[in-house]
């Protein structure tokens, strides 16, 4: 399949909205602030990672290590009341520093347990802690906040982050989304462990990432506790609530399977979710050990959606998958999941090589060989869609989801493995999850392995395949 796991024609939004600013700086902050001058600029948190197809997401001058996150959604109403408690270091003395937020209203900001001054300036919550925080300290920021979350539009038309459904919402961040339900540093620079306490009305189920630690009901609602251990992008985090059907199992390999599915998806997800442990199994053959404790899937019904997302440890789907999709988000485990984007520029790293896996498990399980998935797609003439940009520089975030991504991504791979036999191929692709697990990895970093492991220079290849303008010509 070479299509991107998402309906052909993007839906169009109203473009993203900018808020008005909420000042709501404390007085004896604000005097400080004032006092603070230019001289300071060299302690004020950036308000973006640095990333120029996202510029605003993420942050500069700290990292968070756990998000603590106490949610409670009232899927009638549709209010949420959040809690976020961030254990984080900074990498730069701060008297000042951003957390990404959108929509929703802050009532009050702490750092380590004193009031801080925050105000709201479009998606960055500015916050000024009473006092300055030294280079590698370790603090903790709690922010209160509620309101009606609202999904993001994406440049590409698509929405993302806390979608609403007729039974809950379909929380899905990527790239952007994670800022409309929690605050946080917004771009998968940043990793971090996560707790999730979420609270829904008696007859829903929350649903997040990792393991189900404890559920408890009491006055017509139900508690979920999760807990994400493993390093996790922001993007990657969930909090899907619905009408759900939950079955629960230890697979042979002692992962902690989780499915949450909607009725109306149960018959068609039945037969695809019984191949998860068998699909993860294969993948660890290829890929190497599976990177989680915990799996699972949420196949949701949400019609409006048109894609699904490779949540950590439990891929979320809109309506039920088929195998291949199935294959897909799980190959992002390891691509994309444990081993993280540094800039989006590089998501191909992600959708090329998930693409791959599904041409793999296809040629594995009596389908078509990858040769004749590369050779269907090298088939298209210059002129189709296919050629428009290429995957390694897809120009704008409007444009990282699109089919060059995906299929000439996974082209490129094949090139790749043609080059170096299979032998080295599958060499490369394990130990680029091994040696970059539960961390990053850039493309040059890619290339580089690729060059080490073979023992051949790869630049021209690359060049073709990820960077060259319109359709390669066959060596
Ligand atoms: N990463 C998803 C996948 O291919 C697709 C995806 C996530 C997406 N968010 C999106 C596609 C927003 C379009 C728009 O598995
Ligand atoms: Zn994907």
């Known amino acids: 399949m070479t299509a991107p796991h998402r309906q052909a024609s993007p839906r169009r939004g109203a473009g993203l909205r900018r808020e008005a600013v909420l000042a709501t700086v404390p007085v004896a902050v604000a005097a400080l602030l004032a006092a603070a001058g230019p001289a300071s600029a060299g302690t004020i948190g950036a308000s973006g990672a640095g990333d120029p197809y996202f510029p605003l997401s993420g942050n500069g001058g700290y990292h968070v290590k756990h998000y603590d996150l106490t949610l409670r959604y009232d899927t009638t109403s549709r209010h949420l009341d959040g809690k976020a408690v961030l254990t984080v270091r900074a990498t730069q003395k701060l008297t000042r520093f951003d957390l990404d ?19 709201r300036d479009g998606q960055e919550l500015v916050v000024t802690p009473r006092h300055a925080l030294r ?22 038309g698509s929405a993302d982050g806390w979608i609403r459904t007729d039974d809950g919402a379909f929380v899905a961040g990527e790239p952007q989304g994670a800022m409309t339900w929690f ?5 998968p620079k ?7 306490t979420i609270t829904v009305p008696k007859g829903r189920t929350a649903v997040a990432n990792g ?37 629960q199992y230890t697979t042979s390999d002692g992962i902690q399977v989780y499915n949450a599915v909607d009725a109306r998806e149960a018959r068609a997800a039945a037969p695809v979710l019984k ?27 949400a019609p409006d959606v048109g894609y699904a997302l490779e949540t950590q440890s439990r891929p979320l789907y809109d309506s039920a998958p088929d195998v291949s999709t199935l294959v897909h988000e799980s190959a992002h485990q390891w691509f994309g999941d444990s081993v993280s984007l540094t800039a989006w520029k590089d998501i ?68 790749l493995r043609q080059a170096v036999g299979d032998q080295d191929f599958f060499t490369i692709l394990r130990a680029w999850a091994t040696e970059h697990r ?37 060596a």
Do not use: C
């Open 190 to 196: 940043d990793k971090s462990s996560y707790d999730f």
């Open 348 to 415: 191909w790293l992600n959708e090329g090589f998930a693409t791959y896996a599904e041409w793999l498990y296809s040629e594995q399980h009596g389908g078509d060989s990858a040769q004749k998935s590369f050779d269907a797609l090298y088939a298209r003439p210059a002129s189709d869609h296919l050629w428009a940009f290429p995957p390694g520089d897809p120009g704008s975030g409007k444009n990282i989801f699109d089919t060059p991504v995906y299929a000439r991504g996974a082209m490129a791979l094949h090139e």
């Open 101 to 119: 937020l959108k929509g929703l209203k802050v009532t009050g900001v702490k750092v380590d347990g004193t009031a801080a001054g925050f105000r």
């Open 438 to 474: 539960a961390g990053h990895g850039t493309t040059a970093q890619f290339v580089k392995l690729a060059e080490r492991v073979s023992g051949k220079d790869l630049d021209g290849l690359f060049h073709t395949w990820l960077y060259q303008q319109g359709k390669p010509n066959k």
């Open 135 to 156: 280079k590698d300290q370790e603090f903790r920021v709690t922010v209160t906040y509620n309101g009606t979350p609202k999904a993001v539009t994406d440049p590409d």
């Open 211 to 247: 393991v189900l630690r404890g559920q408890h009901t009491a006055n017509g609602r139900t508690t979920f506790r999760w807990h994400q251990a493993e390093p996790m992008a922001a993007y990657l985090a969930t909090a899907t609530v619905g009408k759900f059907k939950v079955e």
């Open 183 to 187: 605050p946080g540093n917004n771009h």
């Open 275 to 301: 191949k998860l442990p068998s699909v993860l199994k294969w993948e660890s053959k290829l890929f190497g050990p599976y990177p989680f404790r915990a799996a699972g899937s949420i196949v949701d019904h």
